[in-house]
């Protein structure tokens, strides 16, 4: 296994953990868990995308999947970090 690989591969097994964590908790998560488990599972997409380019064919349709769902993630987060600032202004 080389290091490439081998980067990739425990990005995923943060991936994994993330996601085990999320559904241990019932699928949903409080704000500050949320915001924790976001940049952990992109890690694990990041992780998935240099394996689809560092293969000897590239699978592109597998990375093309893995961008999706990073930029959804990401998107997921900033709408819940805007969520949550109207509800702290509203509270104060």
Same mark, same amino acid.
């Given at each position: 296994?080389?290091?490439? =690989? @081998?980067?990739?591969?425990?990005?995923?097994?943060?991936?994994? +953990?993330?996601?085990?964590?999320?559904?241990?908790?019932?699928? =949903?998560?409080?704000?500050?868990?949320?915001? +924790?488990?976001?940049?952990?599972?992109?890690?694990?997409? +990041?992780? %998935?995308? +240099?394996?689809?380019? %560092?293969?000897?064919?590239? %699978?592109?349709? =597998?990375?093309?999947?893995?961008?999706?769902?990073?930029?959804? =993630?990401?998107?997921?987060?900033?709408?819940?970090?805007?969520?949550?600032? @109207?509800?702290?202004?509203?509270?104060?």
């Amino acid at each position: 296994m080389n290091s490439t =690989t @081998a980067i990739a591969w425990t990005l995923m097994a943060i991936q994994m +953990i993330a996601w085990a964590w999320m559904q241990r908790n019932g699928g =949903t998560l409080p704000d500050r868990k949320y915001f +924790i488990f976001c940049p952990l599972f992109m890690l694990g997409q +990041i992780g %998935a995308s +240099i394996e689809c380019l %560092a293969s000897p064919s590239p %699978a592109w349709g =597998t990375f093309v999947v893995q961008v999706y769902f990073f930029a959804w =993630t990401a998107y997921g987060a900033l709408v819940r970090y805007r969520q949550r600032s @109207a509800r702290s202004q509203g509270a104060s």
